[in-house]
């Protein structure tokens, strides 16, 4: 069974530094996507990070909102992937999810439950 | 950026009516599209992908259409556990971009 499990939500302060884990089993771990998707409080849901799998290089891709604050990446002793996060502002308070991809296959299969991250003063 | 336009935005059916829902790209997406649907207090889950291929699993009453910039996604026969916020995605560019949602309430 396909499972990610998200940890490292919390409260944080403007300008702070968080790092979300995501542990995954259930399937090769490198040879798929993983993303970060986040939804803020009563909104929609905002893609933000990309680790491609093995046979792309594991290279990476964010968005703009993001990019230059937020680092994915991923260990493979320990399959799972992080999200480090610094310069944490306001508007990046959201349920965090960690999902999987398959290339050939659309996007966003399987997702975790999701972490809170409240950034708040 | 791809902009995604879904409407309605949102929706009353009751149980047993067909519902469609449109998502409009403001680019060519080809058939990079999918569908997810979303409980209150829940991780969304994907319905379709590539814009008609149904998720394993996913009943039958479920059917998405469209390439390019135009796609539907329909429900026959609205069950009780169907109510819910849907969401497309469009993957053919970075940033993917999901639509704004549309809320399926019951009537």
């Known amino acids: 069974e396909v499972q990610l499990v998200e940890s490292g939500g919390g409260l944080v302060r403007p300008g702070g530094s968080l790092r979300l884990s995501c542990s995954v089993s259930?399937?090769?771990?490198?040879?798929?996507?993983l993303d970060w998707v986040r939804q803020a409080p009563g909104k929609g849901l905002e893609w933000i990070a990309r680790?491609?799998?093995?046979?792309?290089?594991?290279?990476?891709?964010?968005a703009a909102s993001v990019e230059g604050r937020f680092t994915i990446s991923r260990d493979t002793a320990r399959t799972s992937v992080y999200l480090q996060m610094f310069g944490l502002k306001t508007e990046d308070t959201a349920v965090y999810y960690c999902?999987?991809?398959?290339f050939g296959r659309g996007n966003f299969d399987s997702w975790g439950q999701g972490t809170l991250v409240t950034v708040s003063s | 950026d791809i902009q995604m336009t879904q409407s309605p935005s949102s929706l009353s059916a009751s149980v047993g009516d067909r519902v469609t829902i449109t998502c409009r790209a403001s680019?060519?997406?080809?058939?990079?599209l999918g569908w997810y649907q979303q409980k209150p207090g829940k991780a969304p889950k994907r319905l379709i992908y590539t814009a008609s291929i149904l998720e394993s699993g996913v009943p039958s009453r479920f059917g998405g259409s469209g390439f390019g910039t135009e796609f539907t996604l329909t429900i026959n026969s609205v069950q009780p556990e169907d109510f819910a916020t849907y969401y497309c995605?469009?993957?053919?560019?970075?940033?993917?971009?999901f639509g704004q949602g549309t809320k399926l309430e019951i009537k």
């Open positions: 680790s491609r799998d093995r046979f792309r290089g594991h290279t990476t891709q964010y």
């Open positions: 259930g399937f090769i771990f490198n040879d798929h996507y």
């Open positions: 999902t999987r991809s398959t």
């Open positions: 680019q060519d997406v080809r058939d990079d």
């Open positions: 995605l469009q993957h053919t560019r970075f940033p993917y971009i």
